[in-house]
């Protein structure tokens, strides 16, 4: 019905008579197709058919003694004529299409969000870089600006670059957010984890480690004593540094054969759901926890906007002990190791891979290995 109202026109007409029953019962042995027959009266009703049925309806309402009123026209040839009416306006729909594409390609927005000391700098690297509004987003290198940004200002620890449609945004973690030791008292710098260091960039302090050498957790990066050989006098320091490394994490989560997963009940309740310009709302359900399956449908006009109610049946789901399949243990065990990604990884580290293995345990339960690589902040400080 949906496509002929709107490829062939339609029309929607009030119709008068003493016997509904019998108009309709012609209409239909006449092969006019009749649609949302909506009763208004005692003897008056509304009927959608197609704008070509029109005469043919008007010569049976006059055989038995009917009025019919055109209540609206729609469809393909009511816009067709109103397109040729307006002939301007086609022109100006194509040219709003081409400018929405043309924009969808550049940034449109720069968001920078972190500490106001760093952000001043990072305004001014990106300028520098050209990087801006009506920048083109294939010309933005987030890698690239990350890099620079972490080393073009003693505040920003490290930046997070990303072009979210036409959206650029910089996310930058400030130096003061990561410190550890208070300001002033001697320390050194320690690795907090196992890594590879990937920058390196001390501002004070003597520096034990180069870039690209691989250390253990608890290892020396950069001293506090940089008291000179051969000395009496010891010279002690607040170590000041900036060291970035990639970090590798590996997580092993096992599943059973058999979980508590949501099952249906048995109880069910009819359900119904709105669409309207591709948005869609069900009607409320008692069940605290319930799926649908929907299995009717039906297009109503509403003002010119295509309104399409859905009916269907809600069925309750409780949680019970169920055998699971390879797709659903491979399902859990994925949320399993998610959950311990998002517990062990800080949320400032950018993740650059991530790789799954899985196998089948004795038991029949899966095994699954994720490994993660990441670029993060590096180091905690000691005092001395």
Known sequence: MFLWKYSCGYVIIKVVCDRVEKFLNKLLLSGISAHNVEKRGKNVFCVTLRTRDLDAVRSLAEETAASIRIVKRGGGPVYAACLKARPILPIFMLAAVFALLFLSRLVLAVRIAGDDGACAPAK???????????????????????????????????????????????????ANETERAGEGRACSIYADKDCIIRSLAVRDGREFVAVGEAVKKGQLLVSGDITPEGSDDTLLIHSDAEII????????????????????????????????????????????????????????????????????????????????????????????????????????????????????????????????????????????
């Open 245 to 384: 490394g990639e970090v590798a994490y590996r997580f092993t989560v096992e599943t059973k054969r058999t979980a508590f997963a949501p099952v249906r009940s048995g109880k069910t309740e009819s359900i119904v759901r709105i669409e309207l310009f591709g948005k869609a709302m069900d009607s409320s359900c008692s069940f605290a926890d319930y799926e649908t399956e929907f299995e009717s449908s039906v297009f109503i006009d509403a003002c010119g906007a295509p309104l399409k109610i859905i009916r269907g049946t809600a069925y309750e789901l409780i949680l019970a002990e169920t055998e699971l399949d390879g797709d659903s243990m491979l399902s859990e065990a994925a949320r399993l190791a998610e959950q311990q990604l998002k517990l062990s990884i800080p949320a400032s580290a950018r993740i650059i891979s991530k790789t799954t293995e899985s196998f089948r345990t004795e038991e029949g339960g899966l095994m699954l290995t994720v490994s993660v690589r990441t670029i993060e902040r590096i180091g905690y400080k000691r005092y001395l």
């Open 124 to 174: 001014e690297l990106l300028a520098a870089e050209g990087v801006g509004v009506w920048t083109p987003v294939s010309a933005v290198q987030c890698r690239n600006l990350e890099e620079k940004l972490a080393l073009s200002s003693t505040s920003i620890a490290f930046a997070f670059v990303r072009t979210d449609g036409v959206i650029l945004n910089v996310e930058l973690v400030s």
